[in-house]
């Protein structure tokens, strides 16, 4: 995601951490949700405190920071390489240039960023204990306890694009020796997770003969749909590798003649049987150039 869609804020375990343009939408919709509330919890900010707002849309940001930073360095100690961090409107992802090769690493590698979120709210929830309220330090330390626990549990869900998908895939890449049959598992049960979310959220009002919040709807909605969407693209990414497994390079390959690059087109096709054999165009020092069609 790199480019005009996002501002570099520095680098993590030798990865570039970028922060999205979109990342704003969500801020505004925080600052705008809880501004409110602040004001008739302290009525002496009185505007001040849509800033303190703004200030939970910061610390939910550094949480994300902190979650995605715990993927990345446990990642390089078990020898990835982190490509790049991103905090997006979506929340954040680590992208990894190599995966691991055991289930074992890529558990711990997912779970050390609820991890991280867990720690960090113990310490804040140590340091509001200190802090005397109603306060906005108070407030600040509070909202960073909630963010960090609810990051925690909705990540260790169960099911991919979530971190706690990645329990499931190496549980069953471990269980059948097939990594390609894990990421189809945890996509699977990545759709069981979306349509869940949904559901609790949705299905109390509407048990209770109340009509849900249309602002609730629309989030709850934009999350399930998400993830719907990571879980599908696992679904056929798991898929499609279980077919690669079981392919041989015998039922694919093509018997070939190398040519000078140089050769004349209808040639080269005559030396190629009729299309029998694949032509592969060399130079003169016999290195690969092209394939001819």
């Known amino acids: ?17 970028r922060l999205s343009w979109s990342w704003l939408l969500i801020a505004a919709v ?7 509330q602040i004001q008739r919890a302290l009525p002496s900010l009185g505007g ?53 090769a055991r289930p074992l690493d890529t558990v711990l590698t997912a779970m050390a960023g609820p991890a991280a ?21 108070a407030l600040l330390l509070e909202v960073t306890v909630w963010a960090n626990l609810l990051l925690a549990a909705f990540n260790a869900l169960p099911g991919t694009p979530l971190d706690g998908g990645r329990m499931v895939e190496s ?9 390609a049959r894990g990421v189809e598992a945890a996509g699977w049960a990545g759709r069981v997770v979306a349509v869940g979310v949904l559901a609790a959220v949705l299905g109390p009002p509407i048990l209770a003969g109340r009509a849900p919040d249309l602002f609730v709807v629309v ?49 080269a096709l005559a030396q190629a049987d009729d299309g029998r054999r694949a032509v592969v165009a ?8 092209g394939v001819l069609d």
Do not use: C, K
């Not at 310490?123 to 005397?132: E, K, P």
């Open 219 to 267: 989030l709850a909605a934009w999350v399930a749909l998400t993830l719907w969407r990571g879980a599908d693209d696992a679904v056929r990414h798991g898929r499609w590798s279980r077919r690669l497994e079981t392919l041989r390079l015998e039922q694919v390959e093509t018997p070939a003649v190398a040519l000078p690059e140089h050769l004349g087109v209808a040639e």
């Open 48 to 100: 001040g405190a849509y800033g303190v707002a703004l200030g939970y849309a910061v610390l939910l940001a550094l949480s994300v920071l902190v979650h995605e930073a715990a993927h990345a360095l446990t990642g390089r100690a078990f020898g990835q390489r982190t490509e790049e961090i991103a905090l997006t409107l979506w929340g954040g992802h680590t992208q990894f240039r190599s995966l691991s």
């Open 282 to 289: 060399v130079d003169g020092a016999g290195r690969p150039r």
């Open 1 to 17: 995601m790199s480019g005009p869609a996002s501002v570099r804020l520095g680098t993590i375990a030798g990865a570039p951490v």
């Open 117 to 137: 979120n867990l720690v960090l709210a113990g310490l804040a929830h140590l340091a509001a204990r200190a802090v005397a309220g109603p306060s906005v330090p």
């Open 171 to 179: 549980a069953v890449w471990a269980a059948t020796g097939s990594r």
């Open 30 to 36: 925080i600052t705008l949700a809880f501004g409110p």
